[in-house]
């Protein structure tokens, strides 16, 4: 059981670049999102799906994608990279019901320069 | 709008001693619940209590527990014999009970533990 996983750990890009952030979890959870961590602001709601095929924006959604295709799988992709975007990126998932836990990627640094 | 504030930025302890984070929340929810994580140097998010806001009893896990006081929108987290694998960033987050369950994080509290 790998919980949830992330790939790359970490990324370098140029301004402008294009990069897709994978988040995958093997839990069956049906709630999934992505955060990001900028230094002094805590985690902030980028995007989150309820399930497959239903997707929704969170509090900083400018400048990223998401789909969700599967229950498995939620990635995140940025089209135009700026380096406004260097953060630290947190997947995380849980389930619909019950405790309302979320369970947290290791994150991708990525840095824009 | 939902919001978390975790006015200690940084707080340190002599290890062994008990030391408590501070975070206050605002909300028209009457419906929520409350987390404390923990992340490390690692940087893996890890949970450490949850409060679910229709109890009353305040939440205790081993040596971490939590003073829930709802009127005044306030949860903090006490670590009894701090341990220096206790040193981390922790954070405080609310989650709505209904509709959209999406976590609000305070701005971090880092502790150290002095030995």
């Known amino acids: 059981n790998a919980g949830v996983t992330q790939t790359p750990k970490f990324q370098v890009l140029k301004t402008g670049q294009s990069m897709t952030l994978q988040c995958a979890q093997d839990m069956n959870h049906e709630y999934m999102s992505w955060y990001r961590q900028d230094p002094g602001m805590g985690l902030r709601l980028i995007h989150y799906?309820?399930?497959?095929?239903?997707?929704d924006q969170g509090e900083v959604p400018n400048g990223y994608n998401v789909s969700r295709s599967t229950t498995e799988d939620f990635p995140l992709r940025l089209l135009s990279a700026a380096p406004s975007q260097t953060s630290v990126y947190f997947c995380a998932s849980r389930r619909t019901s019950g405790t309302y836990e979320q369970y947290f990627g290791p994150g991708t640094r990525l840095t824009v320069t | 709008a939902q919001t978390v504030t975790q006015s200690q930025p940084e707080m340190s302890v002599q290890e062994a001693e008990t030391v408590t984070l501070s975070c206050t929340y605002d909300?028209?929810?009457?419906?929520?619940?409350l987390f404390w994580y923990k992340q490390p140097p690692s940087r893996q998010m890890i949970l450490v209590i949850r409060?679910?806001?229709?109890?009353?009893q305040n939440a205790t896990e081993n040596r971490f527990s939590v003073n829930f006081q709802k009127a005044a929108k306030s949860f903090s987290l006490k670590i009894s014999d701090s341990q220096l694998g206790d040193a981390a960033m922790y954070f405080c987050?609310?989650?709505?009970?209904?509709?959209?369950?999406?976590?609000?994080f305070g701005q971090g509290t880092r502790l150290t533990i002095n030995p």
């Open positions: 799906s309820v399930g497959a095929g239903i997707t």
């Open positions: 409060q679910e806001a229709y109890k009353q």
């Open positions: 909300t028209s929810e009457s419906d929520y619940y």
């Open positions: 987050a609310y989650g709505r009970s209904q509709g959209a369950q999406k976590l609000v």
